[in-house]
């Protein structure tokens, strides 16, 4: 027991004193949370900007209340009627520089509204229908007969913090694992500690289970810190239920990129050449598992490929139960997968496994 | 009592290359025995068929009386092997790589620091592995192979790269552990080291043991002046590896 933890000891120390190692597991999968986090913070479509060329009735009769509704999707720039402005408007929409035009010509509304964005130019002719069909409803001097009210629910699972944090935590807790074993076997192969801890009496038991443990230690801070940063109010992650189960998730995922990691160790000869190789396997598989951004539009031979990658698994029964509010009945499925797919290609790795680096 | 090694026409194949051809050698106990021979003589696979590392293809190595193939944890903690490369913990200081081998033997965090001491190591005791020098790194390696009190003791040629005062302060360390009644086997290019050191060395040359004898012996026997001509007739001038 005292060889187990001191070896895991040295372990640890040999970790944390590595610089790039602590980087690249702790810090960099990090900078991807708070990056993309950020940067896809609000997706919605904000406020569209109209150049109002001269005087347009429906507008400029709209009553202050129905003004005061509008302010904070419409943002209206007004110009005077000249030709030359209608001209300079127009070609502010060519440019992306306004969202729509908007001009009155023989008594008819008349708007002209960029084709790019879709969603923007569909919001922005709907606004502009009502505005026109409540000035038509004013003008019949009746009180409406029918009244639409809206309100927008705020669905928690497609804000992308839900989507992103259990994606890029399971790549980080991939990267962690592949790169954890792999650089551990190779570096000790190479420096012969390997045939050194061979020749005490230690069991091998008590080797791999020391770098487990120090993996599972890596990876169980990686989501402490992940789901912390994700829950500040900036991001405002929420997680559901049985999140806890993210736990149990991250040591089947752990124990499976490993054992990716020893199969790569036992082929590569230096660090470098285990470094290429992780990278080789942990990239592709990051993007095509869908833990940067999700797969729902990409083409089809993809997701079937992605079915086959374990971090695809890993990431979708993380985001299951972190934000989804699933519990044990996707959990399990795919701890258990995780857990074959890791003696799978343990066994591999034993077949391969060299002792020396010659 | 038994030997301290026994070895009985081991032998070893790398593909092509018949690395040990049939090395049978004794060492007693308490003796201070060197291997010699040029590169690529076979001498770092014999040491590794000894220690146990690896399985030989044919023959027998008895150490203390247990067969050292297969691995028997019982006889690990009765040998200590320095290996030629030093295998040091990455990042880790010279008191954390001896505690750390100690643990794995089970021996007191203390007594790890001694054997810091006696190699001369304790100033450097914070120094990390790759912060050390050629000579303070050899030193820790020794250390790290003795500091479970072995009976018998392996080093691989523990004074390649050192400088002269290093050489000479390994010698003393060396002189010491032989002295307190341990087995020494070590391997070495330098003859004026088997010289000094051994009690009786084994020339080797192609996988096998040309020649054993102590050193004045074998130099009387072959009428030269020194065990370099000793080595130099046995093996030839050829360049090697």
Redesign the interface.
Known sequence: M??F???S???A??LA??RAAVFFTLIFPLMFLMLFGALFKDQGVGKSDIVQVGSVKVLDGMPDKERAGLRDILEIEKTDGSAAARREALEKVRKGDADAAVFQRDGKVELRYSAADQVRSGTVRGVLNSIVQQANQRATGQPPAFALQTGAVEDETTKPIQYLTPGLLGWAVAMGGVFGSAFNLV?WRR???L?????????ARSVVGARIGVNLITAFAQTAIFLAVASLPYYGLTLTGDWWLCLPLVVCGTLAFMSIGLLVGSFAKTEEAANGMAQLVILPMAFLSGTFFPLDNAPGWIRTVSEFLPLKHLASAMQDVLTRGESWGTALPVMGGLLLFAAVLTAIAARVFRWDAA | MSNAITADGLRKRYGETQAVDGVSLEVQRGEFYGILGPNGAGKTTTMELL???REPDEGTAHLLGTPSWP?D??L??R?G?Q??????????TAR?QI???A????IEESHADGMLETVGLAEKADT?EDKLSGGQAQRLSIACALVHDPELVFLDEPTTGLDPQARRNLWDLLRTINSSGRTVVLTTHYMDEAETLCDRVAVMDHGKVLRVGPPRSLVQELEVDTLEDVFLQLTGREYRE
């Open positions: 005292r060889a933890l001191n070896l000891l040295a372990m120390r040999g004193r590595d570096s420096k012969r500690i045939r050194r801890l061979w020749l005490a009496p230690i069991s | 220690e146990g590392l691995r944890p019982a690990l903690r040998i092997v290996l030629q490369a030093s295998a040091f913990f990455e990042r880790l954390e505690r750390t081998f643990a794995l033997y089970g990390r």
